[in-house]
């Protein structure tokens, strides 16, 4: 991966633990406030392996999500 990839922790609502925009030179993870350190890591590596999967080229978010978790 040569894309920039900036991370912040911000207060996302229930249910959604993290967020990934792209942005002119690369991406910018969001992941939630308030999840532990270990629920925010596992949340970082899920967002980086849609980064890595090109996710963001496709369509179908049910099916990247299936992938995403298999």
């Known amino acids: 991966m040569s894309d920039?990839?900036?991370h912040y922790i911000a207060p996302?609502?229930?249910g959604i633990n993290e967020?990934?925009?792209t942005c002119a030179d690369g991406y910018t993870i969001y992941?939630?406030?308030r999840l532990d350190n270990e629920s925010r890591y596992?949340?970082?590596q899920h967002a980086l392996q849609h980064i890595r999967n090109n996710d963001f080229?496709?369509?179908d978010?049910?099916?990247?999500?299936t992938a995403a978790h298999q």
């Open 31 to 33: 992941t939630a406030a």
């Open 42 to 44: 596992k949340a970082y």
């Open 57 to 59: 080229e496709k369509d």
């Open 4 to 6: 920039n990839i900036y």
């Open 12 to 14: 996302l609502p229930e």
């Open 61 to 65: 978010v049910q099916e990247i999500e």
């Open 19 to 21: 967020a990934v925009l």
